[in-house]
């Protein structure tokens, strides 16, 4: 028998081996042998580590914390999501849309509330960038946030927006935010902060999609520009003047509207940020925020 051959008779073999294994385990948990059926899912992820199958030991972590979920053992299938993890972070596993998309997909299978929830997904986000300290991968931060608007959970939401580069979910899902849990006089505050925290991690793009796609979906803002609420005049003129980055133009728009600025006081601090990065003005020396104008 040629080595080619020989190598896909044993592939087939541990394939087969592997399928009698599963189903040998799903018949268990069927059972409600969920102890027996747990302690053998660990055993066998071991034993596919030590032999370095990286793969198979991901995907069977993974299908078994499904089968757990759907028979609501909650800890169990949380434990065996993060075997899937420890999969990932040992191996040499690139990012991909369908890994990416299985970590959410445990994610939002897992109770709101549980501890392991939140050790999952800083884990999660962790390894999406390579380890690194950065805030993890957009697509992952995209997917986390669709389940997390799901679940109204809008705040949570609103953070892994910020992260990703969808900028038009995020401002469908402040549209559906600020109808829900916002005052009518409110409305402009929802697009203003996010337009300003897009702003302030160079997202600019996802500013301008979040800023028209929130105004022009947002059943109590007339069609503008220019608009009913000074706020919204501000955030449209602030996306022109970074286009055009003219330090004079900037710094004229914050003098005009200091009024409606000092709804949030944290406004002032975003602009000094978006001042240092799109019209060249110093950071400041000191720790404390006086708000651009002073700086200037």
């Known amino acids: ?15 087969g081996g592997v399928q009698r294994v599963e189903g040998k385990l799903r018949a268990s948990v069927e059972r409600g042998d969920y102890y027996e059926a747990h302690q053998m899912y660990r055993t066998l992820f071991f034993r596919y580590m030590s032999q370095a199958k990286h793969a198979e030991a991901r995907e069977l972590m993974y299908r078994g914390a499904l089968l757990f979920f759907s028979h609501n053992q909650q800890n169990s299938a949380a434990d065996l999501s993060m075997l899937v993890l420890e999969v990932l972070e040992k191996s040499d596993a690139k990012v991909e849309d369908e890994i990416l998309e299985h970590l959410a997909k445990l994610f939002s299978l897992m109770d709101q509330n549980s501890p392991e ?79 300003l925290q897009f702003l302030c991690l160079k997202n600019k793009s996802s500013a301008s999609v979040v800023f028209s796609t929130y105004t022009e979906k947002h059943p109590s803002i007339q069609k503008g520009p220019p608009f009913v609420q000074p706020l919204l005049n501000f955030i449209w003129f602030l996306l022109l003047a970074v286009d055009g980055g003219k330090l004079t133009v900037f710094t004229v728009l914050c003098e005009q509207y200091q009024p409606s600025l000092k709804r949030d006081p944290m406004y002032n601090e975003f602009l000094d940020r978006i001042g240092q990065l799109f019209f060249g003005v110093p950071p400041k020396q000191s720790p404390s925020y006086g708000g651009l104008l002073g700086e200037l």
Request: hydrophobic share 35%; proline share 2%.
């Open 1 to 15: 028998m040629s080595d080619p051959e020989s190598l896909r008779c044993s592939s087939v073999r541990n394939r």
């Open 117 to 195: 929830r939140a050790a999952f997904v800083s884990r999660a986000l962790k390894w999406s960038t390579g380890g690194s300290s950065k805030l993890g991968h957009p697509k992952l931060h995209q997917l986390l946030a669709l389940t997390l608007w799901k679940e109204q959970n809008y705040s949570e939401s609103r953070y892994h927006f910020l992260h990703s580069s969808d900028g038009e979910g995020c401002a469908q899902m402040l549209v559906e935010y600020s109808a829900s849990r916002g005052f009518r006089n409110e409305v402009d505050l929802f697009v203003a902060q996010a337009v």
